[in-house]
């Protein structure tokens, strides 16, 4: 069975910084691509920036310059830092990792941690 298990949301102000953290357990046998998508209220689910095993990454074109994913393969692990985050940078915002376990290759999801930018 595998988990990936969020960390790190909450409230801040306009102008302030988060960072995220997700971390894959479980029967792993590798991780690739490992990714992060936001949820706002009321709208769909949008990737917002992604990592492969290699480290070369891609953002949602909104947060490029203020958010920078990051990995650590040896810990399954991927942190988002947010800076300068912005009122429509609310939303839920969830981790998915491409995890080869005992099942085979399979896409896997975070709970979701709510992210809420407000003065």
């Known amino acids: 069975q595998v988990q990936l298990v969020e960390s790190g949301g909450g409230l801040v102000q306009p102008g302030g910084s988060l960072r995220l953290s997700c971390t894959a357990s479980?029967?792993?046998?590798?991780?690739?691509?490992m990714e992060w998508y936001r949820q706002p209220p009321g709208a769909l689910r949008v990737l917002v920036a992604g990592i492969t095993h290699g480290g070369s990454t891609n953002y949602l074109d909104s947060v490029k310059g203020r958010f920078t994913i990051s990995r650590d393969n040896a810990k399954n692990t991927v942190w988002l830092s947010m800076n300068n985050l912005k009122p429509e940078d609310t939303a839920v915002y969830y981790c998915?990792?491409?995890?080869?376990?005992?099942?085979?290759?399979?896409?896997?999801w975070g709970q979701g941690t709510q992210i809420t930018v407000s003065s």
């Open positions: 479980g029967n792993i046998f590798g991780v690739s691509a």
């Open positions: 998915k990792a491409e995890v080869m376990s005992d099942n085979g290759w399979g896409d896997y």
